[in-house]
């Protein structure tokens, strides 16, 4: 037997045996959530006006390759007013990033994962660099970095 034929025969023959090995796997998830959630915000910027805007979040997360997904996460918050401040603000961001999932055997399930996107803040006062006009409106990037645990709460789901 040449040589060539038997690498390829040891190739082919290990190729299977993962092909096998991922099969006994069981198949990933799509994960999804929504929730109500509150957000702590100040302004005018400097001070500590702090105040609570009302909102939701939610997303989902679609397996990509072995324990990494591809996360999806939105939100949007209002207050109608801002204490000691003649308007209200609004704020609505939308991100994406990957999370990379610890696979274990056992019903916690943790994960880290970092996110990336923009925020768009809207119906409120954003002031402006010297020489330009304050807006209602402005838009800037956002970055989140975490991580969390999944905990089945069955051992079907």
């Known amino acids: 037997m040449h040589k060539l034929s038997r690498v390829f025969l040891v190739f082919a023959l290990l190729s299977s045996l993962s092909i096998a090995a991922l099969a006994q796997r069981p198949a990933p998830a799509v994960d999804g959530y929504a929730v109500f959630s509150e957000m702590r915000a ?4 400097g001070s500590c006006g702090c105040f609570w805007m009302s909102g939701a979040h939610g997303g989902f997360s679609l397996p990509m390759w072995r324990d990494f997904s591809v996360v999806i996460e939105a ?3 209002h207050n109608s007013q801002i204490p000691n401040f003649n308007t209200g603000l609004s704020i609505f961001y939308d991100m ?6 610890v696979a274990n055997h056992t019903r916690f399930q943790p994960f880290a994962q ?13 002031p402006a660099p010297v020489g330009r006009f304050p807006t209602s409106y402005d838009s ?4 989140t970095v975490g991580g969390g645990v999944d905990v089945n709460v069955s051992r079907h789901s």
């Open 96 to 101: 994406g990033g990957l999370r990379m999932r």
């Open 140 to 143: 800037s990037f956002a970055l």
């Open 114 to 126: 970092g996110l990336f996107g923009g925020v768009h803040g809207f119906d409120s006062y954003f």
């Open 42 to 45: 100040n302004a005018p910027v």
């Open 75 to 77: 939100a949007g918050h």
